[in-house]
């Protein structure tokens, strides 16, 4: 016993040595010192004081400790209705975009078909336009006033609700399983499918026993991002949701729309861990298994399939499904030029002139705070990255935990941590450029950080200790060694902060002011008016601008020889 006891004496001590010596190692290098204490201050700060005050707000009730807020929940049926809501069309969701985007994917990995570059482009399609896009052209296409519904069929149909928020999330969150299953179909080595060809295997034999198992872990981890997309879903949830009320939306209506701050943090927090639990079992347990024994990219070839028993039915679901996103892309332009939908569809040039003098200020709020929070993003991204798979230091596992974990914080969650813990001194930021500059970064650099920590382990860290053996500092050999291997995906991580930044509403919606405006809730603003034609000018105005921004950054990129495609 005596001896347990000094054993675990010696081991208290070489820990405490060891964070120690990690620390005196630290302060070494002031450039690493300072780095290291700026993201921990932004971690802090911005993610996890947010987080505690949600909960802090959740627990208290006339001054005292309680839980009385979440015996509410469970207590008005109308909560649990609206908790089950979330988790069927969650479930709905990640099933059905699961098979959407093995389709795709398959499609154009597997089989031998026209239109490939076509349905890879479409695919992303989604990814680089506001959230509500989709939603806003169902309405157009399959509403009351729908193109579909009532100009050619005649019908008064209603697509708000759960069929509608299917159709809407299902289209808007697939393109993540795909590029996710595209690059896992890509690595199977296709010797050994066609290994259980040579045994006599059928196609269909050597899909179910060969190719679909390889593929479980894959789809899995597809499955549980779309569900945790869906989860956090504002923006589709409420233009098309209707009745069907979800918990990111019902946390503004009861936060902001009914003043009832305190009962919005117990039911965030419900939503925070139903998200987490999604997260910590897809990246811990689902995202540590594989089945692919052979890593790496492809050692030959793979022998497209042209059987057309096989490759034509696929062709014709993906085709199906293109013209159906493609009809709603279109829609968003023709609805801008149309004098009144549903009504009067004359060409008109109102929508356009009211966006740019009515509007104008929501166009350029947008742009300057999502350029200001792109650089931000994309270098805090990079740096925690390089701290975290380069460095050792004291706290290093709760840095690399939190900024990770904030990956998967619905939106609506932590715009309420930010109401909460900066709308009164000693740190008052609501209303502020800072605040929504905050989030937009807070919103997107952990994509990057994880991306970047994905580019780091791919790279011998001998090339570094060679520098640093050379007496290069860890400013030296960060910005020229590491960076300039990696300048596909810090570039990438900038495009899509500047995305994210310019398509942003789940978190900004609590803390836009009248100082500071942001286009996707102008956007939101004139959907709930009816003003559909203005929506849709906002909305082509919005993807003009991303686009342009995209089209000018790749254009400066390849001059600088950089091709960010290689990051996705």
Not at 11 to 17: A, T
Not at 74 to 79: A, C, M, P
Not at 205 to 227: C, D
Not at 371 to 382: D, E, F, K, R
């Amino acid at each position: 016993m005596a001896k347990d006891k000094a054993l675990s004496g010696t081991v208290r001590v070489s820990k405490w040595d060891e964070i120690f010596r990690q620390t005196k190692h630290t302060l070494r290098d002031p450039v690493l010192a300072v780095s290291i204490i700026t993201i921990s201050i932004v971690v802090i700060l911005f993610i996890i004081i947010p987080l505690f005050t949600i909960l802090k707000e959740s627990l208290a009730y006339d001054g005292t400790f309680s839980f009385h807020h979440y015996k509410e929940i469970v207590r008005l049926e109308y909560n649990i209705d609206i908790i089950f809501n979330t988790l069927r069309l969650g479930i709905a969701v990640s099933v059905l975009g699961t098979v959407v985007a093995f389709l795709f994917a398959y499609a154009t990995t597997y089989l031998k078909i026209p239109s490939k570059g076509f349905f890879k482009i479409l695919s992303i399609l989604p990814m680089v336009s506001p959230p509500f896009v989709i939603s806003l052209s169902a309405i157009l296409l399959f509403g009351r006033s729908g193109l579909i519904t009532r100009s050619l069929l005649g019908l008064r149909t209603d697509i708000y609700g759960f069929w509608g928020l299917l159709l809407t999330q299902t289209l808007s969150f697939f393109p993540i399983g795909y590029l996710m299953l595209t690059n896992l179909l890509q690595n199977i080595d296709p010797s050994i499918e066609e290994a259980s060809q040579v045994l006599g295997a059928s196609r269909g034999k050597q899909f179910r026993t060969v190719t679909l198992p390889l593929m479980v872990p894959g789809l899995a981890n597809a499955a549980l991002l779309i569900f945790i997309q869906s989860l956090a879903d504002f923006g589709n949830a409420i233009v098309i949701g209707g009745n069907y009320t979800t918990m990111a939306v019902q946390i503004y209506q009861q936060g902001i729309g009914s003043y009832d701050l305190a009962g919005a943090t117990a039911l965030a927090v419900v939503l925070l861990m139903i998200s987490m639990l999604a997260f910590y079992l897809q990246k811990g347990v689902i995202g540590k298994k594989s089945y692919i024994t052979v890593t790496g990219k492809a050692a030959k070839e793979r022998q497209l399939i042209a059987n057309k028993h096989i490759v034509a039915p696929v062709y014709v679901v993906c085709m199906l499904i293109s013209i159906l996103v493609i009809a709603m892309y279109a829609l968003v332009p023709y609805g801008a030029f149309v004098k009144l939908w549903g009504a009067d569809f004359s060409f008109s040039l109102r929508w356009f002139k009211y966006v740019f003098t009515v509007g104008l200020k929501y166009i350029i709020d947008s742009t300057k705070l999502a350029l200001l929070a792109t650089p931000i993003a994309g270098v805090l991204g990079i740096v925690a990255a390089f701290l975290i798979v380069r460095k050792k230091f004291p706290g290093k596992e709760a840095m690399e935990s939190s900024i990770l974990m904030a990956v998967a914080l619905p939106g609506t969650v932590i715009g309420l941590g930010y109401v909460l813990s900066y709308n009164t001194p000693p740190l008052v930021l609501t209303g502020t450029a800072v605040i929504l500059v905050v989030a937009l970064v807070i919103r997107s650099f952990p994509v990057g950080t994880r991306s970047a920590i994905a580019a780091l382990k791919q790279i011998d860290p001998s090339i570094e200790e060679a520098a640093s053996v050379c007496g290069a500092s860890s400013q030296k050999v960060f910005t020229s060694v590491t960076l300039p291997l990696i300048k596909p995906v810090f570039f990438a991580s900038m495009v899509y902060a500047f995305i994210r930044g310019m398509t942003l509403v789940s978190t900004i919606i609590f803390l836009i002011s009248a100082k500071w405006q942001m286009l996707t809730t102008a956007i939101m603003g004139q959907v709930d008016q009816g003003l559909y034609g203005a929506a849709n000018a906002y909305c082509t105005v919005l993807i003009l601008i991303v686009g342009g921004v995209m089209l000018l950054m790749t254009f400066i990129l390849k001059k600088m020889n950089v091709d960010i495609g290689e990051a996705f």
